[in-house]
């Protein structure tokens, strides 16, 4: 048997980009995935005809143009902006902070008087601390940003995002808190932004066009454990930890779970993201997936709607990995078991599993477009 250059283990966006990229540089790669689908966490599952964001909603945003101009010479992207809303408790704010959440909070209308309004409570927050640095999280966005957002907006949903008091989070989680002097609801400061026409299942189709896929197949209980006897290379996506056996222990992850319902009718909130910001509600967003890729008259024309609301939770054995723990411990763990990863030769570690590392899709794809092994 003839073996393949690449065996990649993972078919996200690291994965399939380095199977296309590998692919048009005439090498053969084998793709294996433990999950019965191909993309990652991109994947969607179609429902009512609605492309439902499976693992969380993605939102491609980038300023680089080289992989803008990559990923829609695979497939097309709409014009989709992300502009979320805020909800605490029935009252409604436009995000990410601008002049518009200005108006909302205190009625201000000009960017002298949203400033002014901005200043006196950080003013305010300042002398309360008299002199000493902020010594939690409450405390340093109090400094950042004064206590009428901190109230709505910040304190209740980071309380359910971290499960723990804004007293009890350390204070360098919060380094900046941005505000725009403007009317721009759209969140992202990024040059381009959409989102594949057709859904992510089209990018990573084309992605993975004329390349040996398998789903079905976990790396660590399948024949693929011995890689070698069928590949020159490895191309590893999963857990990091996994791969060493948990040798040092298990890194920590936070997770989101996900309650998917589809409503009887066309329009639930008339937005992609609306945040719940008051502790009232135990979920943090509710993401109806329509507004993605339908617009205008298109939303009605489809009768259904399907919404997911995120609950954020402590990771247990057998969830969903999301988001690393980025603490000291972790941290640590993290760094001894890259050292192991330097000296499999012939392994590519990459990806947010593999890398212990957040990633949005963007810098992902640019990793692998700029990997000179290929
Ligand atoms: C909730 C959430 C929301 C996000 N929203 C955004 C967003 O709006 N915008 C943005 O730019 N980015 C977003 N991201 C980031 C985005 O998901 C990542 O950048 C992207 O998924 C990284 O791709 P990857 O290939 O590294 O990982 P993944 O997509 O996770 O792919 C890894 C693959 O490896 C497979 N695998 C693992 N172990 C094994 C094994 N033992 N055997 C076989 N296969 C295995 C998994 O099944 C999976 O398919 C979000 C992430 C999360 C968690």
């Given at each position: 048997?003839?073996?393949?250059?690449?065996?990649?283990?993972?078919?996200?966006l690291f994965g399939a980009i380095f199977a296309n990229r590998a692919k048009q540089k005439?090498?053969?790669?084998?793709?294996?995935?433990?999950?019965?689908?191909?993309g990652?966490?991109v994947?969607?599952?179609?429902?009512?005809?609605?492309?439902?964001?499976?693992?969380?909603?993605?939102?491609f945003h980038t300023s680089n143009k080289e992989v803008w101009d990559f990923v829609n010479s695979i497939v097309p992207f709409n014009r989709?902006?992300?502009?979320?809303?805020?909800?605490?408790?029935?009252?409604?704010?436009?995000?990410?902070?601008?002049?518009?959440?200005?108006?909302?909070?205190?009625?201000?209308?000009?960017?002298?008087?949203?400033?002014?309004?901005?200043?006196?409570?950080?003013?305010?927050?300042?002398?309360?601390?008299?002199?000493?640095?902020?010594?939690?999280?409450?405390?340093?966005?109090?400094?950042?940003?004064?206590?009428?957002?901190?109230?709505?907006?910040?304190?209740?949903?980071?309380?359910?995002?971290?499960?723990?008091?804004?007293?009890?989070?350390?204070?360098?989680?919060?380094?900046?808190?941005?505000?725009?002097?403007?009317?721009?609801?759209?969140?992202?400061?990024d040059k381009y932004q959409g989102i594949p026409i057709g859904g992510y299942n089209k990018l990573i189709e084309g992605l993975l066009e004329g390349v040996?896929?398998?789903?079905?197949?976990?790396?660590?209980?399948?024949?693929?454990?011995?890689?070698?006897?069928?590949?020159?290379?490895?191309?590893?996506?999963?857990?990091?930890?996994?791969?060493?056996?948990?040798?040092?222990?298990?890194?920590?992850?936070?997770?989101?779970?996900?309650?998917?319902?589809?409503?009887?009718?066309?329009?639930?909130?008339?937005?992609?993201?609306?945040?719940?910001?008051?502790?009232?509600?135990?979920?943090?967003?509710?993401?109806?997936?329509?507004?993605?890729?339908?617009?205008?008259?298109?939303?009605?024309?489809?009768?259904?709607?399907?919404?997911?609301?995120?609950?954020?939770?402590?990771?247990?054995?057998?969830?969903?990995?999301?988001?690393?723990?980025?603490?000291?411990?972790?941290?640590?763990?993290?760094?001894?078991?890259?050292?192991?990863?330097?000296?499999?030769?012939?392994?590519?570690?990459?990806?947010?599993?593999?890398?212990?590392?957040?990633?949005?899709m963007a810098p992902v794809i640019e990793k692998v477009l700029n990997l000179?092994?290929i």
């Amino acid at each position: 048997m003839n073996k393949y250059d690449y065996l990649i283990v993972g078919s996200g966006l690291f994965g399939a980009i380095f199977a296309n990229r590998a692919k048009q540089k005439g090498k053969k790669c084998l793709v294996i995935d433990k999950r019965p689908h191909l993309g990652g966490n991109v994947y969607c599952e179609k429902i009512e005809g609605i492309n439902v964001h499976k693992y969380g909603a993605h939102i491609f945003h980038t300023s680089n143009k080289e992989v803008w101009d990559f990923v829609n010479s695979i497939v097309p992207f709409n014009r989709y902006t992300n502009s979320p809303i805020a909800n605490y408790k029935g009252e409604l704010y436009n995000l990410p902070f601008n002049m518009n959440t200005f108006y909302q909070m205190w009625g201000v209308t000009t960017p002298e008087e949203a400033k002014a309004k901005i200043e006196e409570q950080k003013a305010e927050a300042a002398k309360r601390l008299n002199g000493r640095e902020p010594q939690n999280l409450e405390e340093q966005a109090l400094v950042l940003i004064g206590k009428d957002i901190f109230k709505k907006l910040i304190k209740e949903y980071t309380e359910k995002q971290w499960g723990r008091k804004c007293t009890e989070l350390p204070a360098f989680i919060i380094k900046r808190l941005p505000v725009r002097m403007v009317f721009d609801n759209n969140y992202f400061n990024d040059k381009y932004q959409g989102i594949p026409i057709g859904g992510y299942n089209k990018l990573i189709e084309g992605l993975l066009e004329g390349v040996d896929c398998l789903t079905d197949t976990d790396f660590f209980n399948s024949e693929y454990r011995d890689w070698q006897k069928y590949a020159n290379k490895l191309v590893y996506c999963g857990p990091l930890d996994q791969y060493f056996d948990y040798k040092y222990g298990k890194l920590n992850w936070r997770t989101v779970r996900f309650e998917t319902e589809t409503k009887d009718c066309p329009n639930y909130q008339g937005n992609a993201v609306v945040n719940y910001t008051s502790r009232e509600e135990p979920y943090t967003r509710i993401i109806e997936h329509k507004h993605f890729e339908m617009f205008g008259q298109e939303v009605y024309d489809c009768p259904k709607t399907v919404i997911s609301k995120e609950y954020s939770s402590e990771y247990k054995d057998g969830m969903e990995p999301y988001y690393p723990v980025n603490d000291e411990q972790n941290n640590f763990l993290a760094e001894q078991y890259r050292k192991l990863a330097e000296q499999e030769s012939d392994v590519i570690f990459g990806g947010r599993l593999a890398e212990y590392k957040y990633y949005d899709m963007a810098p992902v794809i640019e990793k692998v477009l700029n990997l000179k092994m290929i």
